[in-house]
């Protein structure tokens, strides 16, 4: 499953469930290996992501992704422009995402942002709970996520079953913690960053390229 990884520039969830600061704001979400089946014993796969820093800036929002190798990686996301520009893990060179390329899974759905928390209801409200010394509305919900597989006889179909789990702290309704199905997320809010975001010179050039390039023809 990929939640939306545009990184969107909401503040408040519409239905008032779980909250984020408005930009200009800044949060750390580290990556907490969790066994839902058993949280004593360690997960049978190891997260391949330690943490992800996210600054938000008006419309710009920056995700920088320190992954388990100790690789450094990063997302821009224009939410204006309907683009994320990302730099691959593999060669460090900058890739467009734009449209329904944004949501896909893989190595950019990283997600831990107000879209994530898309499929919070309050029926899903199981207790309530004290994650990390901060008391807590706890919810969980499994949903079926649709998915496709290529074979040698064409592309299949079905769908699977996905677990997800979360903490909101019942005071300011900020997150705390979230499981997306793959990964345990636990949230750290920073102070408001100053000034505005500067992208990294390759991204600064791949942004100036989709500009011109999306200027209508005279």
């Known amino acids: 499953m990929a939640f939306a990884a545009a ?18 704001a800044a ?30 800036v008006g419309d710009v929002c920056r ?32 890739a467009f995402m734009t449209g329904e390329d ?17 499929w919070l209801s309050d029926k899903l ?5 004290l994650y990390n010394g901060k008391k807590c509305l706890h919810y969980q919900n499994t949903i ?13 179909h079905f769908t699977k079953p996905l677990y997800c789990e979360a903490w909101i702290a019942k005071e300011t309704l900020f ?4 499981y997306d199905g793959r990964k345990l997320g636990v949230f750290t809010f920073h102070d408001p960053p100053a000034g505005t975001l500067t992208p990294p010179h390759m991204i600064q050039k791949q942004l100036e390229h989709y500009i011109a390039a999306s200027q209508p023809l005279k």
């Open 7 to 24: 990184c969107p520039i909401l503040a408040v969830r519409a239905d008032g469930l779980v909250q984020f600061p408005p930009a200009p």
């Open 125 to 129: 409200l199981k207790d309530e709970v």
């Open 144 to 156: 079926m996520v649709d998915h496709t597989l290529s074979t040698p006889n064409g592309v299949k």
């Open 63 to 94: 995700n920088v992704i320190t992954w388990a190798t100790g690789k450094i990686t990063e997302r821009w996301g224009y939410d204006k422009l309907g683009v994320v520009i990302v730099t691959e893990t593999v060669t460090g060179r900058p």
């Open 175 to 178: 997150p705390v913690a979230m």
């Open 102 to 118: 944004i949501g896909l899974d893989g190595e950019y759905a990283i997600g831990f942002d107000a879209a994530a928390f898309s």
């Open 27 to 56: 949060w750390t979400v580290d990556i907490v290996p969790y066994n839902r089946i058993d949280p004593a014993k360690p997960p049978e796969t190891p997260p391949d992501i330690k943490k992800i820093d996210i600054t938000r």
